[in-house]
């Protein structure tokens, strides 16, 4: 099983950015999956997260700003972002849902 995220950089303050989780080993129908962040210091926080019937959570930090999707067909998990402010920054994980599989991070930097 392998989840691999990109699509983290540096951003301005109400920028934008699309994180992409490519996952491999297992399908969407097997798992909910997520998107978790740990900002410097602090500890992980469920930012959003999608079950295989579509059934949609946001933090409400990210409601109104972010946009979880997936594409079964691609195996892919996304996460928009837009509206970013510098709380926003951390590094940003896509997990199944309960952590039996993380990614490697992608950092985001809002400054």
């Known amino acids: 099983v392998q989840l691999v995220e990109s699509g983290g950089g540096l951003v301005q303050p109400g920028g934008s950015l699309r994180l992409s989780c490519a996952v491999s080993?297992?399908?969407?129908?097997?798992?909910?999956m997520g998107w978790i962040r740990q900002a410097p210091g602090k500890g992980l926080e469920l930012v959003s997260s999608?079950?295989?019937?579509?059934?949609?959570y946001y933090a409400e930090s990210a409601k109104g700003r972010f946009t979880i999707s997936q594409d079964n067909a691609k195996n892919e998990m996304y996460l928009q972002m837009s509206g970013l402010k510098p709380d926003d920054t951390a590094v940003y994980y896509c997990?199944?849902?309960?952590?039996?599989?993380w990614g490697q991070g992608t950092q985001v930097t809002v400054s």
């Open positions: 999608i079950s295989h019937e579509g059934t949609i």
């Open positions: 080993g297992i399908t969407f129908d097997d798992y909910a």
């Open positions: 997990a199944t849902y309960g952590g039996d599989y």
